[in-house]
T-cell receptor, first 118, second 111 residues
Framework: NAGVTQTPKFRILKIGQSMTLQCTQDMNHNYMYWYRQDPGMGLKLIYY???????DKGEVPNGYNVSRSTTEDFPLRLELAAPSQTSVYFC?????????????????FGPGTRLLVL | QKEVEQNSGPLSVPEGAIASLNCTYSDRGSQSFFWYRQYSGKSPELIMF????GDKEDGRFTAQLNKASQYVSLLIRDSQPSDSATYLCAYRMDSSYKLIFGSGTRLLVRP
């Protein structure tokens, strides 16, 4: 199993450009998440999905869009990039939300995409 | 008030010592608690999860949860230089899919 894979690893964007961050998991997980991590900070949830065709906003969704057409893929779209979107983006997946006492909600993270907007 | 509070550190301990990492949270509805380790430039990886009050041990790691006092801690026994990393505390409320992360505590284990 490759686990959670993300592409690209690093990208420089100019202000106003758009791009799509790719995320794929091969663990047949229902739940997928996009986080951003600013330097010295914890992770903030951007969007999440509980299954193909179902997505919802997290804490910081403005400036981003997602889609989930398959169980495996969960791309994150940045429209009109801004310097405030300079960050490291992590995709994660889990089997389920988890009932208390279970390990199914363990989130597995991809290696991250470092994005610089200039 | 931040939802999850962690001392940013660095917490410096000698090799072989016990490292104690603490985390307080504000939401009494929190049900699930997690400790993630993150090496510099890498992605977070789960160390421990705990749901019930008390202690949970896994090898050199012990998580302690006290819901009444709203804190969760991580003890690392026989600390090794390879334990040097940032440790992120997170919790999830029972009604939510969302994990709330703290900013992390940087641990430095001196050889």
């Amino acid at each position: 199993n490759a686990g959670v894979t993300q592409t690209p690893k690093f990208r420089i964007l100019k202000i106003g450009q758009s791009m799509t961050l790719q995320c794929t998991q091969d663990m047949n997980h229902n739940y997928m998440y996009w986080y951003r991590q600013d330097p010295g900070m914890g992770l903030k949830l951007i969007y999440y999905s509980v299954g193909a065709g179902i997505t919802d906003k997290g804490e910081v969704p403005n400036g981003y869009n997602v889609s989930r057409s398959t169980t495996e893929d969960f791309p994150l779209r940045l429209e009109l990039a801004a310097p405030s979107q300079t960050s490291v983006y992590f995709c994660a997946s889990s089997y389920d939300r988890g009932a208390a006492g279970g390990s199914g909600e363990t989130q597995y993270f991809g290696p991250g995409t470092r994005l610089l907007v200039l | 008030q931040k939802e999850v509070e962690q001392n940013s550190g660095p917490l410096s301990v000698p090799e072989g010592a016990i490292a104690s990492l603490n985390c307080t949270y504000s939401d009494r509805g929190s049900q699930s608690f997690f400790w993630y380790r993150q090496y510099s430039g890498k992605s977070p990886e789960l160390i421990m999860f705990i749901y019930s009050n008390g202690d949970k041990e896994d090898g050199r790691f012990t998580a302690q949860l006290n819901k009444a006092s709203q804190y969760v801690s991580l003890l690392i026994r026989d600390s090794q230089p390879s334990d040097s990393a940032t440790y992120l505390c997170a919790y999830r409320m029972d009604s939510s899919y969302k994990l709330i992360f703290g900013s992390g505590t940087r641990l430095l284990v001196r050889p």
